[in-house]
């Protein structure tokens, strides 16, 4: 009986090395074709340059065997692209960088499509969004210049954004809830660039654009910041002007307009992936945020570099849509039926 | 930004900028740029904006100066390309070359393919070369003018665009007004960028992109040129021309004649670069200038060397002049100049107000290629001309799948999607009613390049003024385009007065 108990272990532990060197493979799964990187944006902004510059950090480095190919899918305000992942499922050779028109297209356009059909894989950083006037404005913080608001006419003071019931318009909308009921007159353009040369030729009174829209701007004294819409204030502490780092703008809310937005640049897949699948996407871009390329291009945008993956990232994106969907409510921007 | 600079120091940074560029690396890598850039150039869809961003992740390992030679160099190449294939075959390989098909293609089937080319790319040349040169010495001022543009301003040159082109239609006027509403009316489904809705999708997905001019010029031009000539006996009217050696001499003694058309279409060119406009309504602005103030002005469309000049020559001085606003300012004056402004970050530079401040080694090295570049590139395209000229000799049965299988994966690749190849099928059967009807296609074309633009232009500017039009009055820049806008908008009618006054007798009408 001895014997047959000692057979027995000896075949279980064979098995369990079995088990274990068949394992190993399978967890390091990786890609056997190339990638495509979706960008539900166009050309030029914020979203195509980071999913390019990924693309030419992971190939500089050769962080993976497969290329990458980007494409971007910016029709319907990147319904096009989401539609895209939405509908290639189990496609692990398939992944998409996401700006808050994940959340505010579905919402606002009534497409179809929503992040519970694509798989969260990680959350790569938070783009800031800063309260910008022209440098010779007469406010200096962003209280004076809500007093002005108020004290001026109704719709008088222009402020101007990327997009129309996307994140500029959200916070204007946000803003105004400190205004005493004067309203501001939201123009929307095409692009963040075009945005920041609109508030240096004086055509508009404010933007809130991402810092890296207008650091030059801000650098050659054409633009001045009044506050940034995080939480606390950046932890980049070189001094772009003479005088101020990206730390020494005041956050919005400690300057009396309690208003906190952040937009996510994170990448999803398919829904129907493995875990293993979305695991090697972890790891590559664990990898992509350890180069030093990556850093600095964080430092240029002055970004807030949390990461998150699996359920805390989840959670996050619930929590993010919830919120989207409240501010939309209240500024009337939701589709029939929303 | 500061103004204080004399000229010569300028000449002392570009002559440091040449030290830069002069490398053998940096030559090489013109080169292929340059060659890469034509064949991007000749293939329609694949435009240098697709060109230069899948491109683009090639160049992060060089150094900042070699990578922005080297894709400028393939921008220079795609904005010479695009001419080839629009002379030869009617499709144009890029946006801004479909006004060179309006008298470059009848050229071609004259049997003159190879002096349609030689203008096409000597006007380029000519074209980037002054807009360089305004690069050169007038970067800073050039840049505090393009802050004066705001909505108003840029509707006024959209609608001088239109103006410009509205009375150059041969034929009914009520056609060119029909063609041209079907154009609005195409470039209004998609995304509406001012209140963030959707129109006239139908709930079709496919529809979510709107009707991409590219597309829909591909089948117009393309594919309904391809049906016309399967009806007119399955040859090419060009196809018995001679292979002249000596023609691109033969076409530069014609030159010299033209040169007010050279002027205005540079000072147009550079002036839509830089607002930014864009290379596309410049040549078509400098095409309909060139129709209303010519001599052969009647003879327009139907082959003349001057209608090939204008369109060519504004739109490489434009091509060229964009790059300014996104150096200076960071904001790209094209969707090829947007790749690059996104390349620039990547690089670590930041592009706006300080690049000529903190990274005078690149600015200057990237001015000084633009010189080389197109030199470079001119000799290289210019020995080509008469092979370019032989494919015409080629039998169309041959040639016609070859080009239906180059329309099709142009149409494919500006999107990605199979839909616009069906697309741009359908396009092409309305391309040969229409000519077969006798509507004409420019002003559909340019209603749907310019439409979305133009609209979205008023509206910001109806926002900023709430519903004032007095705003398009409001300052003397304005007013100045608008007027001439006016102007040219009832300048056939104008020029009747005109003949009217001057001669009381009528003649016989």
Same mark, same amino acid.
């Given at each position: 009986?001895?014997?047959?108990?000692?057979?027995?272990?000896?075949?279980?532990?064979?098995?369990?090395?079995?088990?274990?060197?068949?394992?190993?493979?399978?967890?390091?799964?990786?890609?056997?074709?190339?990638?495509?990187?979706?960008?539900?944006?166009?050309?030029?902004?914020?979203?195509?340059?980071?999913?390019?510059?990924?693309?030419?950090?992971?190939?500089?480095?050769?962080?993976?065997?497969?290329? @990458?190919?980007?494409?971007?899918?910016?029709?319907?305000?990147?319904?096009?692209?989401?539609?895209?992942?939405?509908?290639?499922?189990?496609?692990?050779?398939?992944?998409? @960088?996401?700006?808050?028109?994940?959340?505010?297209?579905?919402?606002?356009?009534?497409?179809?499509?929503?992040?519970?059909?694509?798989?969260?894989?990680?959350?790569?950083?938070?783009?800031?969004?800063?309260?910008?006037?022209?440098?010779?404005?007469?406010?200096?913080?962003?209280?004076?210049?809500?007093?002005?608001?108020?004290?001026?006419?109704?719709?008088?003071?222009?402020?101007?954004?990327?997009?129309?019931?996307?994140?500029?318009?959200?916070?204007?909308?946000?803003?105004?809830?400190?205004?005493?009921?004067?309203?501001?007159?939201?123009?929307?353009?095409?692009?963040?660039?075009?945005?920041?040369?609109?508030?240096?030729?004086?055509?508009?009174?404010?933007?809130?654009?991402?810092?890296?829209?207008?650091?030059?701007?801000?650098?050659?004294?054409?633009?001045?910041?009044?506050? @940034?819409?995080?939480?606390?204030?950046?932890?980049?502490?070189?001094?772009?002007?003479?005088?101020?780092?990206?730390?020494? @703008?005041?956050?919005?809310?400690?300057?009396?307009?309690?208003?906190?937005?952040?937009?996510?640049?994170?990448?999803?897949?398919?829904?129907?992936?493995?875990?293993?699948?979305?695991?090697?996407?972890?790891?590559?871009?664990?990898?992509?945020?350890?180069?030093?390329?990556?850093?600095?291009?964080?430092?240029?945008?002055?970004?807030?570099?949390?990461?998150?993956?699996?359920?805390?990232?989840?959670?996050?994106?619930?929590?993010?849509?919830?919120?989207?969907?409240?501010?939309?409510?209240?500024?009337?921007?939701?589709?029939?039926?929303? | 930004?500061?103004?204080?600079?004399?000229?010569?120091?300028?000449?002392?940074?570009?002559?440091?900028?040449?030290?830069?560029?002069?490398?053998?690396?940096?030559?090489?890598?013109?080169?292929?740029?340059?060659?890469?850039?034509?064949?991007?150039?000749?293939?329609?869809?694949?435009?240098?904006?697709?060109?230069?961003?899948?491109?683009?992740?090639?160049?992060?390992?060089?150094?900042?100066?070699?990578?922005?030679?080297?894709?400028?160099?393939?921008?220079?190449?795609? !904005?010479?390309?695009?001419?080839?294939?629009?002379?030869?075959?009617?499709?144009?390989?890029?946006?801004?070359?479909?006004?060179?098909?309006?008298?470059?293609?009848?050229?071609?089937?004259?049997?003159?393919?190879?002096?349609?080319?030689?203008?096409?790319?000597?006007?380029?040349?000519?074209?980037?070369?002054?807009?360089? *040169?305004? *690069?050169?010495? $007038?970067?800073?001022?050039?840049?505090?003018?393009?802050?004066?543009?705001?909505?108003?301003?840029?509707?006024?040159?959209?609608?001088?665009?239109?103006?410009?082109?509205?009375?150059?239609?041969?034929?009914?006027?009520?056609?060119?007004?029909?063609?041209?509403?079907?154009?609005?009316?195409?470039?209004?489904?998609?995304?509406?960028?001012?209140?963030?809705?959707?129109?006239?999708?139908?709930?079709?997905?496919?529809?979510?992109?709107?009707?991409?001019?590219?597309?829909?010029?591909?089948? $117009?031009?393309?594919?309904?040129?391809?049906?016309?000539?399967?009806?007119?006996?399955?040859?090419?009217?060009?196809?018995?021309?001679?292979?002249?050696?000596?023609?691109?001499?033969?076409?530069?003694?014609?030159?010299?004649?033209?040169?007010?058309?050279?002027?205005?279409?540079?000072?147009?060119?550079?002036?839509?670069?830089?607002?930014?406009?864009?290379?596309?309504?410049?040549?078509?602005?400098?095409?309909?200038?060139?129709?209303?103030?010519?001599?052969?002005?009647?003879?327009?469309?139907?082959?003349?060397?001057?209608?090939?000049?204008?369109?060519?020559?504004?739109?490489?001085?434009?091509?060229?002049?964009?790059?300014?606003?996104?150096?200076?300012?960071?904001?790209?004056?094209?969707?090829?100049?947007?790749?690059?402004?996104?390349?620039?970050?990547?690089?670590? !530079?930041?592009?706006?107000?300080?690049?000529?401040?903190?990274?005078?080694?690149?600015?200057?090295?990237?001015?000084?290629?633009?010189?080389?570049?197109?030199?470079?590139?001119?000799?290289?395209?210019?020995?080509?001309?008469?092979?370019?000229?032989?494919?015409?000799?080629?039998?169309?049965?041959?040639?016609?799948?070859?080009? $239906?299988?180059?329309?099709?994966?142009?149409?494919?690749?500006?999107?990605?999607?199979?839909?616009?190849?069906?697309?741009?099928?359908?396009?092409?059967?309305?391309?040969?009613?229409?000519?077969?009807?006798?509507?004409?296609?420019?002003?559909?074309?340019?209603?749907?390049?310019?439409?979305?633009?133009?609209?979205?232009?008023?509206?910001?500017?109806?926002?900023?003024?709430?519903?004032?039009?007095?705003?398009?009055?409001?300052?003397? $820049?304005?007013?100045?385009?608008?007027?001439?806008?006016?102007?040219?908008?009832?300048?056939?009618?104008?020029?009747?007065?005109?003949?009217?006054?001057?001669?009381?007798?009528?003649?016989?009408?």
């Amino acid at each position: 009986m001895k014997s047959f108990k000692k057979v027995l272990a000896t075949l279980a532990g064979g098995l369990a090395a079995a088990a274990t060197m068949s394992a190993a493979p399978a967890t390091a799964w990786e890609p056997t074709k190339p990638v495509t990187f979706v960008i539900p944006a166009g050309t030029g902004g914020g979203a195509d340059q980071m999913a390019r510059f990924i693309q030419g950090v992971v190939s500089k480095h050769q962080l993976m065997k497969q290329p @990458i190919v980007v494409i971007n899918k910016s029709g319907g305000a990147g319904a096009e692209g989401f539609l895209e992942v939405k509908n290639s499922k189990g496609d692990a050779h398939k992944i998409i @960088i996401t700006l808050s028109n994940l959340f505010t297209t579905p919402l606002s356009t009534g497409t179809p499509f929503s992040w519970k059909d694509l798989t969260p894989v990680a959350m790569l950083a938070l783009d800031q969004f800063i309260l910008w006037v022209p440098a010779d404005a007469p406010y200096n913080t962003a209280k004076e210049y809500i007093e002005a608001v108020k004290a001026g006419a109704d719709r008088q003071y222009k402020m101007g954004g990327t997009g129309s019931k996307q994140e500029d318009q959200i916070i204007t909308v946000a803003i105004e809830r400190e205004t005493g009921g004067k309203k501001f007159t939201y123009v929307p353009f095409q692009g963040g660039g075009a945005v920041a040369v609109q508030l240096v030729g004086k055509h508009i009174n404010s933007t809130v654009n991402n810092p890296i829209e207008a650091a030059q701007h801000w650098k050659s004294g054409a633009l001045k910041p009044l506050c @940034i819409f995080d939480k606390e204030r950046s932890t980049y502490t070189d001094k772009i002007t003479d005088k101020m780092a990206w730390s020494d @703008i005041p956050t919005c809310t400690e300057s009396g307009l309690p208003v906190v937005y952040q937009m996510l640049r994170g990448i999803f897949m398919p829904g129907g992936v493995t875990p293993e699948q979305v695991q090697f996407y972890v790891d590559l871009f664990k990898k992509v945020r350890e180069t030093e390329d990556w850093k600095n291009f964080m430092e240029s945008g002055a970004f807030n570099q949390t990461f998150m993956s699996g359920e805390e990232y989840a959670k996050w994106v619930e929590q993010a849509e919830k919120t989207h969907y409240e501010l939309m409510k209240e500024a009337g921007f939701l589709a029939p039926g929303k | 930004m500061k103004t204080g600079k004399r000229p010569l120091e300028e000449l002392a940074s570009l002559f440091a900028g040449f030290a830069v560029v002069l490398t053998p690396f940096n030559l090489l890598l013109m080169l292929i740029g340059i060659l890469l850039g034509v064949i991007i150039g000749v293939l329609p869809g694949l435009g240098g904006a697709n060109g230069v961003a899948i491109l683009l992740p090639l160049t992060f390992s060089m150094p900042p100066t070699s990578a922005i030679i080297m894709l400028s160099c393939i921008y220079w190449g795609a !904005l010479f390309g695009g001419a080839i294939t629009s002379i030869l075959f009617n499709i144009p390989g890029e946006p801004w070359s479909v006004a060179t098909t309006f008298d470059g293609h009848p050229m071609a089937q004259k049997g003159k393919a190879d002096e349609a080319l030689t203008a096409a790319f000597t006007s380029s040349f000519v074209g980037a070369i002054v807009a360089v *040169i305004v *690069i050169t010495f $007038l970067a800073p001022l050039v840049a505090s003018f393009a802050l004066q543009f705001g909505p108003a301003e840029f509707f006024a040159v959209q609608f001088l665009t239109f103006a410009s082109f509205i009375g150059m239609g041969r034929g009914s006027p009520f056609k060119t007004l029909a063609s041209m509403s079907l154009g609005f009316a195409l470039a209004a489904v998609g995304l509406d960028n001012v209140t963030g809705q959707l129109r006239m999708t139908f709930d079709f997905e496919m529809l979510l992109n709107g009707f991409v001019f590219l597309v829909a010029v591909i089948g $117009l031009f393309g594919i309904g040129e391809i049906l016309s000539s399967m009806e007119e006996g399955l040859s090419f009217s060009g196809a018995h021309a001679k292979i002249r050696l000596n023609a691109v001499l033969q076409t530069w003694k014609q030159l010299p004649k033209f040169w007010f058309t050279f002027v205005r279409s540079c000072v147009i060119g550079c002036w839509m670069g830089i607002t930014p406009g864009g290379a596309t309504p410049a040549s078509f602005m400098s095409y309909g200038l060139a129709k209303q103030f010519s001599k052969n002005g009647k003879n327009f469309g139907k082959g003349e060397i001057e209608g090939v000049l204008a369109p060519e020559t504004a739109a490489h001085a434009a091509g060229t002049s964009a790059l300014l606003p996104m150096l200076t300012l960071g904001i790209p004056g094209s969707p090829t100049a947007a790749v690059l402004l996104g390349g620039l970050l990547i690089w670590g !530079l930041q592009p706006g107000p300080m690049l000529f401040v903190e990274q005078p080694d690149f600015v200057w090295g990237l001015i000084a290629s633009m010189y080389l570049g197109n030199i470079v590139g001119l000799i290289i395209i210019l020995t080509c001309v008469p092979l370019f000229a032989a494919i015409l000799r080629i039998p169309f049965s041959i040639i016609a799948p070859v080009i $239906l299988v180059i329309c099709a994966v142009g149409a494919y690749t500006v999107n990605n999607s199979i839909f616009d190849v069906w697309m741009m099928v359908v396009f092409g059967v309305v391309g040969y009613v229409f000519v077969k009807l006798g509507y004409p296609l420019p002003p559909m074309v340019l209603a749907l390049v310019l439409g979305d633009m133009a609209e979205g232009s008023f509206r910001q500017a109806m926002l900023l003024s709430q519903g004032d039009l007095r705003i398009f009055f409001s300052n003397w $820049l304005v007013s100045s385009i608008m007027t001439l806008g006016l102007v040219l908008l009832f300048w056939p009618g104008i020029r009747w007065l005109i003949n009217a006054y001057r001669k009381p007798k009528p003649q016989h009408a």
